[in-house]
């Protein structure tokens, strides 16, 4: 008998109790907290890639990442 794993797809929730909760990754990426995930969102192509099980994330607009 295999293992049934799931899997999420798309997410259409925003944590509305953290505060500054949108992060610019790129010029076409928005990064933003979803229940217990991060999620990226690409804005043009309309795909979401999931960062699971995230606590606590801070994002810092002053130094350039990636």
């Avoid at 008998?1 to 999420?8: I, K, L």
């Avoid at 944590?15 to 969102?41: H, K």
């Amino acid at each position: 008998m295999s293992a049934v794993v799931a899997q999420c797809h798309y997410s259409f929730g925003l944590r509305t109790g953290v505060a500054n909760n949108l992060c610019y990754f790129d010029e076409q990426t928005v990064i933003f907290p979803s229940g217990n995930n991060c999620v990226r969102y690409n804005i043009d192509r309309k795909w979401q890639r999931f960062i699971p099980g995230i606590c606590h994330a801070h994002f810092s607009g002053l130094q350039p990442y990636g």
